[in-house]
């Protein structure tokens, strides 16, 4: 096997799975520690730096960083990484001191947004301190994009969503609302020196089946209805309620429909639960509000009685699966009438961006979705930029923030006439953490708490008005256990092959049997005899050098390792070392920094 | 010395022997031993060992003296019976255990200065006996808890840390235990499990006192360049004479074993050990001429390691001295105490 190189920063990167996960490599276990140590501050401009919104996304972001999480493979729950941001969010003081100063002299160069939504937000964030003018085009009246129009308030309070939005609109952006761009040929004939559009993916996907025309005034698109009830242009829905698929939007739905007067809500999916779009703890919290989810029911029609919608008709289907969960076949095995008042459609959102000419060198697919660079975030035609769903389609809001970082990135580098390819790279600082014999600057041991349960409002209380927030949030002494559970996979174990005296000890302490000495071999054919099985091939295996006395390889397989430290402590000569690993992810700031500097040199 | 305990948590896939136990469940407590102590990766073998023979912990006895080594059984089976003795007495301790309860497995854990030096008459008489037990003495050439001062097994030439030369001739175990009658001699090393696991299994399964000599480096005050049971003069002078595989029973030995140089010895409880010699000149089924190979292979300066010697059919002490088959725990009362009139004849014998 090939020895691993250490020393290119993605080896250790991946090993922090949380970090990796993180669409915005928010530095996880470092905020985790600094709420332990209770700087709730540091740990909230931690968690800033990276995603822009803590306070937001510590209630409502997709947190593809838990599922990564090692404490979920180690244990079966992974560490409440998301619940922790909130934690920091809620419980830090004033911070305005510590967000970046913006010069009162600009630089001249003046940047168009369309949309206000966390992608252009982000971009605004991020060159706001470097000098430009943004100026932010929204239609609607207040500023967040779905965040603000389709996350309902009993999941993002406004008073968050306003405290994280106007930290960025303060700075000085020119934030111009309820105003529709509605011609893309209009905006670029203003002269902007980069236009980036975060116009989301606003368009909700109908269903065209008998009955739709008739039924209309009782049957919603999704997005479109959660709007009108964040903005209060809808304020009751009829007592029985089918919810049409079954991903976030339709949780969001299904919830929101319960608030407004609904009694029997139920969600209808048309295949089993294994291929549900919706996040378990979204499905969870919706059941848990007596919300009812039907599988296996695909519909037919929208059953009219007197020009009123009556039901609707579903074909029951049976779905064939092969060993791995994948559908083999389908077949209708009978039919079923469910009874309601309204029908809501969640079953998906599409781009759109009629108001973008087509003649502008701008090119579109054949799904009309952009053509965008996957690292510039640049269009077809120079200096346009997209980001956020509007750029692929609809994700979330933690890939829309990473979005707005690059394009913001790119936006400088064209600004200042540099090719947008050559970006700094990811850089990464190695520390060890060894403060005596047996002693390390971070809580190695393993502690087996349980993963803290969320207290929510009670099941009554919460009806009773729409915006009353469900999640409580941690208490100061849930916080306290939940941090111990984190394993501080950025403290990394460190090898020096030479130092490596063949003893055994750290093969012997391993509690998790992570390491083995053994003959060198393929990766495949070494990860079937080590101490313990490496079966899972997303996790690195790590090769040293060939060992001094045996010429045997050290391999660890990074996949349970829990950051102990006991190899490191039992090691005689110290060759293995716990070694804080710290990544820097370059921003717009850091290439202003590089140009400066270069700027300096050449002069 | 670590301040935490190993932590519970296990690697999910973590095989199960047939009582349903993985191998942490052998594990004992946290080491105190210096890190990197061979000592500590000669307890991983035994943990290994019992676990891979699936023996419940409830069924061993552990035995030893003092000396780092002597304190190690505190590390390895916790949930089995132990008896942490005087310094050299452990062989007293492990006969009269076994004098009384005869269906333990005994595993002994001496030093080179606990068997060799103070103990040396103990473990004489132990292997003249054939007490039943696993004897491990984990050598390393000096008293390593005492500060590092040489011990009987130092090799002439050799050098204490602060530069001192060890000038009379060592006591070799393996020697002592093929004079003294051992009918199990093996030597080992703390630093290869692929041998010494298999060894410990077989010296678990043979009927008799099992000698394993294991060479274990002190890293603290014998691991020095000029030492001669040093990690590096180790795995340079190291020499295994002969391959050794436990069979358990019932179990089909492969054709390839049957091949060539290998040797099958029958244990009394139906499993066998393979051995497969390297050296032609050797035979471990002979004590002279295991004898006559360990002398000529020591003058080399080699540290011959295997099975060296074995002979399972030897009467072990119980058996020599006719006693009844039965722990005594297990005897009934009038069996067990033979009364006052019982008691004065056999007072009478000795009048
Ligand atoms: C019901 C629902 C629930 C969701 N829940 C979550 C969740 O819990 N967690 C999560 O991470 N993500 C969630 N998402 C997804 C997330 O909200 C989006 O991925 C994210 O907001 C995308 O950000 P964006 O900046 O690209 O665009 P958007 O947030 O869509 O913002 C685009 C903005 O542009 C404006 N706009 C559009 N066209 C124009 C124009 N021509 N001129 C001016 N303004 C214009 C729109 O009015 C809008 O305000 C949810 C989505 C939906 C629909
Ligand atoms: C009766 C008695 N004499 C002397 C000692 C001091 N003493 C403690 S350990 C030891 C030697 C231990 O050497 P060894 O058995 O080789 O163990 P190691 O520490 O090297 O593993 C001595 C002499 C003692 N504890 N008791
Ligand atoms: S830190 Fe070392 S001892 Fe602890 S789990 Fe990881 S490899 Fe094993
Ligand atoms: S404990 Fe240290 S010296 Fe010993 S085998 Fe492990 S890395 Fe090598
Ligand atoms: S002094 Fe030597 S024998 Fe004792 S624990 Fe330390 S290394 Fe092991
Ligand atoms: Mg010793």
């Known amino acids: ?603 | 010395m670590s301040f935490m305990p190993k932590p519970r948590v296990a690697h999910p896939g973590l095989p199960r022997n047939e009582l349903g136990l993985t191998r942490r469940d052998y594990e004992g407590g946290m080491s105190t031993l210096c890190a990197g102590c061979g000592h500590d990766s000669i307890t991983a073998s035994i943990i290994q060992a019992c676990f891979e023979l699936s023996i419940a912990p409830h069924r061993v006895a552990k035995v030893s003296g003092i000396g780092c080594s002597s304190k190690t059984p505190a590390y390895f089976l916790s949930a089995s019976h132990g008896f942490n003795s005087v310094h050299g007495r452990m062989p007293a301790v492990a006969t009269g255990a076994n004098a009384a309860n005869q269906d333990l497995h005994y595993i002994g854990v001496s030093g080179d200065g606990d068997s060799l030096s103070i103990g040396l008459g103990q473990f004489c008489h132990a292997m003249r006996r054939n007490l039943n037990m696993v004897y491990i003495i984990e050598n390393n050439g000096v008293y390593g808890l005492t500060k590092g001062q040489f011990s009987a097994s130092a090799d002439v030439g050799s050098k204490a840390k602060k530069g001192e030369r060890n000038e009379q001739p060592p006591i070799d175990p393996a020697l002592t235990a093929l004079t003294m009658g051992g009918t199990f001699v093996a030597r080992s090393f703390s630093g290869d499990k692929a041998q010494l696991v298999p060894l410990i299994k077989a010296a678990m399964r043979h009927r008799g006192f099992a000698l394993i000599d294991v060479l274990s480096p002190c890293v603290t005050f014998n691991d020095h360049e000029d030492s001669t049971k040093s990690y590096a003069f180790t795995r340079q002078h190291y020499q295994p004479a002969v391959h050794t595989d436990f069979v358990a029973p019932a179990t089909e030995i492969m054709a390839e074993y049957e091949a060539g140089e290998s040797i099958k010895v029958d244990l009394h409880d139906g499993s066998h050990i393979v051995l497969r010699k390297v050296s032609p000149d050797h035979d471990p089924t002979d004590r002279a001429s295991a004898y006559a190979f360990l002398r000529k292979r020591q003058k080399a300066g080699e540290h011959v390691t295997g099975l060296l010697y074995v002979d399972g059919s030897e009467p072990d002490m119980h058996m020599l001295n006719h006693t009844v088959q039965v722990p005594l725990n297990r005897l009934e009362w009038d069996t067990l105490c033979p009364g006052s009139e019982g008691l004065g004849a056999i007072l009478a014998r000795y009048r």
């Open chain 1, 1 to 603: 096997m090939k020895r691993t190189d250490t020393s290119d920063p993605g080896y250790y990167h991946r090993v922090v799975d949380c970090q990796w996960a993180c669409p915005a490599h928010t530095d996880v276990p470092e905020y985790i520690r600094l709420i332990a140590q209770g700087h709730f501050n540091d740990a909230y401009m931690v968690n800033r730096e990276s995603n822009v919104f803590p306070g937001i996304l510590g209630r409502v972001c997709d947190r593809p960083c838990e599922p990564a999480c090692r404490r979920g493979r180690v244990e079966d729950k992974p560490v409440a990484i998301c619940r922790l941001k909130r934690v920091a969010a809620d419980l830090r003081d004033d911070i305005a001191d510590r967000l970046p100063r913006i010069p009162a002299a600009k630089n001249g160069k003046r940047i168009a947004c369309v949309g206000a939504g966390p992608a252009s937000l982000t971009v605004a964030n991020d060159l706001m301190p470097l000098g430009y003018a943004v100026t932010i085009f929204e239609a609607l009246e207040k500023p967040g994009g779905l965040m603000r129009s389709n996350i309902p308030s009993f999941r993002l309070p406004d008073k968050v969503l306003d405290g994280e939005i106007d930290m960025i609109v303060d700075m000085g952006v020119d934030l111009r609302l309820g105003q529709r761009i509605q011609s893309m040929r209009a905006l670029l004939d203003e002269g902007w020196d980069a236009v980036f559009i975060g116009s989301g993916a606003p368009r909700g996907k109908d269903l065209k089946l008998p009955g739709r025309e008739a039924a209309a005034a009782n049957i919603h698109i999704g997005i479109d209805w959660l709007e009108s009830v964040a903005f209060d242009h809808v304020e009751r829905i009829g007592e029985r309620v089918l919810i049409i698929g079954v991903g976030n939007t339709a949780m969001d739905c299904c919830r929101s429909s319960l608030r407004l007067g609904a009694h029997d809500v139920k969600v209808m999916a048309r295949k089993p639960r294994a291929f549900f779009k919706a996040s378990d703890w979204e499905l969870e919290d919706a059941e848990e509000e007596n919300v009812e989810i039907i599988v296996n029911h695909s519909p037919r029609e929208f059953l009219i009685e007197n020009g009123r919608l009556r039901g609707m008709l579903f074909d029951v289907m049976e779905y064939d699966l092969d060993e791995r969960g994948r559908i083999l076949d389908s077949r209708v095995t009978g039919e079923r009438t469910i009874f309601c008042d309204d029908v809501v459609l969640a079953i998906g959102q599409d781009n759109a961006c009629p108001w973008i000419e087509r003649d502008l060198g701008i090119e579109f697919d054949q799904w009309d979705v952009p053509l965008v660079d996957e690292t510039t975030f640049q269009a077809t035609r120079p200096g346009v930029f997209f980001g956020g769903d509007s750029a692929f389609g609809p994700k979330n809001i933690i890939w829309a923030v990473e979005h707005g970082h690059q394009a913001a990135v790119s936006i400088h580098r064209h600004c200042q006439g540099e090719a947008l390819e050559d970006r700094l790279p990811v850089t990464m600082n190695l520390s060890s953490r060894k403060m005596g014999i047996h002693e390390w600057a971070y809580a190695n041991d393993y502690n087996s708490a349980e993963r803290r349960l969320m207290p929510h409002v009670d099941l009554k209380e919460r009806f009773r008005k729409l915006d009353i927030e469900v999640e409580l949030g941690f208490s100061p002494e849930q916080a306290a256990y939940e941090v111990q559970r984190c394993l501080n996979c950025d403290v990394q174990t460190v090898f020096t092959d030479s130092l490596c005296i063949e003893c055994d000890a750290c093969i012997d302490i391993c509690p998790t049997d992570c390491l083995t000495m053994t003959a060198d071999g393929s990766e495949e054919e070494l990860r079937g005899r080590l101490k313990a099985p490496a079966d899972n091939p997303e996790q690195a295996l790590f090769a040293s050098a060939p060992l001094k006395y045996t010429g045997r390889l050290m391999i660890k397989d990074e996949n349970l390792c829990v950051h102990c430290g006991l190899c490191a402590e039992r090691c005689p000569t110290a060759a293995w070392d716990m070694q804080k690993s710290k990544f820097k992810f370059p921003y717009a700031v850091d290439e202003d920094e590089a140009w400066q500097s270069r700027k300096r040199q050449t002069a």
